[in-house]
C-alpha cells in the first residue's frame, strides 16, 4: 500500500475549499491548478507570460515538497481566459518542458477563480525508479 503525502502552501484557497496544493502516493505526483492569485492580485498583473512564470515557480516548489521536478511530469493542463494567448503561453511552457515534452491540453474558461487571473496550471508527474 503506498502512503498518501500532501502539500500545501498555506494558500487561503487551499484552506477556504479543502484541498492540496500537490499530493503523492506512490510515484505519481498530482499538482492541483495553479495560478499567479496573490493578496495584492495576480502576480505579474495584467502580463499573461509574467503570471505563467509565477504559475510554473510554483508548480516546481511543490513538486519539490513531493520529492519531484519539472523531469518528471508527464501530463499538464493549461486553462487560459483568452485562447489567443496560447503562443505566449506557450513559449514559456516549450522553455520549461524542452527535453520533457509532456503530453499537454490547452483550453480556453470563461473566468477563473479571481477575474485578473489569465492562466491556471495543472501538472502530473511521475517519479522514476532510481534503482
Known amino acids: 500500500m503506498h502512503r498518501r503525502m500532501l502539500v500545501n502552501t498555506g494558500s487561503s484557497f487551499e484552506q477556504h475549499f479543502g484541498y492540496s496544493r500537490a499530493v503523492r502516493v506512490g510515484p505519481h505526483v498530482f499538482v492541483a491548478g495553479t495560478t499567479a492569485a496573490s493578496p495584492d492580485g495576480a502576480v505579474g498583473g495584467t502580463d499573461v507570460q509574467e503570471q ?3 504559475v510554473f515557480r510554483r508548480v516546481e516548489l511543490a513538486l519539490e515538497k513531493a520529492g519531484a521536478g519539472l ?3 508527464v501530463r499538464t493542463r493549461v486553462f487560459v481566459t483568452d485562447i489567443n494567448d496560447w503562443q505566449a503561453i506557450g513559449r514559456i511552457h516549450a522553455a520549461v518542458f524542452e527535453s520533457v515534452l ?3 491540453t490547452i483550453v480556453e474558461v470563461s ?3 479571481m477575474s485578473d487571473l489569465m492562466v491556471e496550471i495543472e501538472v ?3 517519479v522514476a525508479d532510481e534503482a
Do not use: H, M, N, Q
Open 124 to 126: 502530473d508527474a511521475i
Open 111 to 113: 473566468g477563473l477563480v
Open 102 to 104: 509532456p503530453a499537454s
Open 71 to 73: 523531469g518528471d511530469v
Open 52 to 54: 505563467t512564470r509565477e
